[in-house]
């Protein structure tokens, strides 16, 4: 990312920053799984995915080398497809590397299918799917991804994804993706490990976007992880650029990048062309992409759209009323945050969701409720929870906030505004806390059992929701990375953890790993959501490793840790 497009701090800006160098390394994990091997040449060599599972519908998807002509996709209940059940044809454009996506019907609701593609003779892979389930459903088990930077590291969650016990479902919450070029965010080591952006730059274009969404498909571990279970998708910021909005990006420069509308266009067209997602209805814009999916009785997900479709544009703390390193004593000073936080921040207008989708919600929450089922799901991209900075100044070492001083301006500057008991990411529902209080005020009006889900910041987050009168709403589940560095990776220091600074400044706050890659599973019955949060070893090694870091039980008397 250029410093002409940065505004003010960022967590992309402070990550960027990279690491103080002598704050000490991680230990190298046991070698004790090795990457996934998977078909690299023929027609197929870029994998085969499913995905928005319906009752009787499944999206799959491939890409084919060499264009023209047609492609078969077969179904089968056996693995060895010798019964063939559900069977077509798909034209394939003319070019060199071609997306081919099906969206097939007349499937049987619960069942789980092997599916493949067939081009002259040559089969792809054979992947696993599986329909949603109608009427008593006692137990569902789903996953929940997020932030796969390739540049960044290896994707040992989706090898761990892929090898473990399958999931009825794989709900991918974002940046599945990464836009920025060689020597953005992230990119560091990717020389050293084989993974240079492609293109070299940032995608504007579609071509741009397409040739980034076939690096990411040749990955082995991602293939891997596709073939296991049909995955629910939303995008992030990534997808287009980071903390993009409604009208535009944060890394997004109109003077040098072109039309903001046209750069959307092209990254949506290529998330649809390059994931096996179901595309809005016709006559919806393509930014419409919010819906819901049924398990039975048991729950029903419901699939948010927070970037391109409504949301006002970001706060920056370039809009802060007082300097960072001002008095947190003096009335005046927490007069002047205060209405920053209520008047500027707080500003009815600002939205997350537009009108439509906000309707879509109310209702699908309400009628979720009424039709029996038992868990109320939300797939979101930006933390919900309320999260203040604790004051890092008084609880690091000093010889740390010295070193932070000489190294890295962008954290000093954190770790000073610190002090003021700051909201940490405007970004994230933090940032549109009259949005927040409307979803709530939805939740409620419902009766809703709300359970979120979340992904963007590269942690592992576990909070209780509270409303602004404090009444529990529900409880957020939060997903670390994929690959992505979390906010302080590059700030490891002997007995310093910045998560339990930050538990222990927000009652609310049951979990706060800043350094841990992974992912969530979640076993979930109609009393109970069991999340083990899957820890996984450096992203920078190829060979992995891979324990239950946390475990969490929720039920609707809250959440507690196991």
């Known amino acids: 990312m250029s410093q002409t497009k940065k505004s003010g701090w960022t967590r992309r800006a402070a990550l960027s920053a990279g690491g103080l160098g002598v704050l000490g390394s991680a230990s190298c994990a046991p070698k004790i799984a090795a990457r996934a091997q998977t078909q690299t040449d023929g027609p197929f060599g870029l994998g085969i995915a499913s995905g928005d599972p319906l009752q009787t519908r499944v999206i799959l998807w491939t890409a084919v080398s060499g264009g023209g002509g047609e492609v078969t996709w077969q179904i089968a209940p056996d693995e060895k497809f010798e019964i063939i059940t559900n069977s077509g044809t798909v034209p394939v454009a003319a070019g060199e590397l071609v997306p081919v996506k099906v969206d097939v019907d007349g499937l ?3 069942t789980v299918y092997f599916y493949r593609f067939v081009r002259d003779g040559v089969p792809s892979e054979t992947g696993r799917t599986k329909t949603l389930p109608t009427g008593d459903v006692r137990q569902i088990s789903l996953a929940v ?41 992230a990119t560091d080591d990717a020389e050293a490990l084989g993974r240079v952006p492609e293109p070299v730059h940032e995608c504007i274009s579609y071509a741009d976007y397409a040739m980034r969404y076939a690096q990411y498909h040749r990955d082995p571990d991602l293939q891997a992880a596709h073939k296991v279970a049909p995955w629910i998708m939303t995008w992030d910021d990534h997808e287009t650029a980071n903390d993009s909005w409604n009208g535009g990006a944060q890394n997004h420069d109109p003077a040098t990048e072109g039309n903001w509308a046209a750069r959307e266009a092209a990254s949506l067209r290529a998330f649809y062309d390059w994931t096996p997602s179901r595309e809005p209805a016709q006559g919806q814009p393509r930014s419409a992409f919010w819906r819901s999916f049924d398990f039975g009785n048991l729950a029903r997900v419901t699939m948010l759209e927070t970037r391109l479709s409504g949301r006002s544009e970001q706060i920056t703390f370039e809009q802060f009323p007082v300097p960072v390193d001002a008095d947190p004593k003096d009335k005046t000073v927490q007069a002047k945050i205060r209405a920053f936080e209520q008047d500027v921040l707080g500003q009815k207008d600002r939205r997350m969701l537009g009108d439509a989708q906000a309707a879509f919600v109310a209702e699908t929450l309400q009628s979720s409720v009424i039709s029996g089922q038992a868990w109320q799901i939300l797939g979101n991209q930006c933390l919900f929870a309320e999260l203040r900075s604790p004051d890092y100044m008084a609880g690091l070492p000093k010889w740390l906030t010295w070193l932070t001083k000489r190294k890295s301006a962008l954290y000093y500057e954190y770790f000073q505004r ?58 957020e589940l939060g997903t670390s990375g994929v690959s992505s560095p979390g906010n302080f990776s590059g700030l490891t220091a002997p ?18 790993d800043t350094v841990t890659t992974g992912y969530i599973r979640m076993q979930i019955t109609r009393d109970q959501v069991l999340a083990d949060y899957i820890s996984t070893s450096s992203v920078k090694l190829p060979n992995w490793s891979a324990k239950i870091g946390y475990q969490f039980a929720i039920s609707k008397a809250g959440i507690k840790r196991v």
Do not use: M
């Open 108 to 110: 049987v609701a619960g």
């Open 145 to 185: 991804v997020s932030c796969s930077n390739h540049p960044a590291g290896y994707f040992h969650s989706y090898a761990h994804l892929a090898q473990a016990e399958p999931v009825d479902a794989v709900l991918a919450l974002g940046d599945y993706i990464y836009e920025y070029g060689l020597g953005g965010f």
């Open 418 to 475: 610190s002090r003021l008991n700051p909201l940490l990411n405007l970004d994230a529902w933090d940032g549109y806390p009259a949005a927040r209080e409307r979803l709530y005020d939805k939740v409620k009006a419902a009766s809703a059992n709300l359970l979120v889900v979340t992904g963007d910041t590269h942690d592992f987050t576990a909070s209780t929701l509270r409303d602004q009168a404090g009444t529990k709403v529900g409880i």
């Open 495 to 512: 007995g310093v953890n910045f998560g339990k600074l930050t538990e222990d400044h927000n009652p609310d706050i049951l979990l706060h």
